[in-house]
């Protein structure tokens, strides 16, 4: 299925209020790794991704869930350069500080390295809501969907987006897309029960 991703959106995020009551989380917390995440042990069995996808879908318990999604941010925060790595260190201390343009300007210069590194864009669709720029971070997460559709915390942030400025059919589709691949997210269910009642109404 493809992202609808009309331009008008782009006025839209000016005025429309939000539908619904907002999420305990906002569209940064969804987007951005834990703020604890831990380097795998050494030793520790490298799972691939298709591995650890599939495993997500049958955690037993929000514990456990919890773990393989670290694993997985763990596997989309490596850059595999150097440079890149150390730029992405700058780009943390820069939003640390509340210097968005920095960041972007080094986010910038990150992707014309490495356009194939999915964080990135990732990173820079943070920015652009930290900032306020809905139309650029909904541009960026098209990007990053396109190169990793099961990004969880993009479908989800995106949602969170879309809730935001009103358009909660695509908001309940993005949300819906993300529990399919993490159904552990916390706060998304609420939300698809409460825009599933309010877009396509309750049952008889």
Known sequence: MKLRFPIL?????????????????SPEDMLSPPSDLARPEHGEPDYSLDTLFSALKIAPDTDSAKAIENRIWEAWIESGSDTCDLLMTRVKDAIEEKDYDLAIRLLNSIIAIRPGYVEAWNQRATVYYLKDDYARAIADIAEVLAREPRQFGALAGLGMMLQDIGDDKDALDAYRRAL????????????????????????I
């Open 9 to 25: 959106l782009a006025a839209a995020m000016l005025t429309a209020p939000a539908a619904v009551p907002a999420l305990a989380q």
């Open 180 to 203: 399919a691949i993490d159904p552990h997210l916390e706060n998304i269910p609420d939300a698809v029960k409460t825009l599933t009642e309010k877009v396509e109404g309750r049952d």
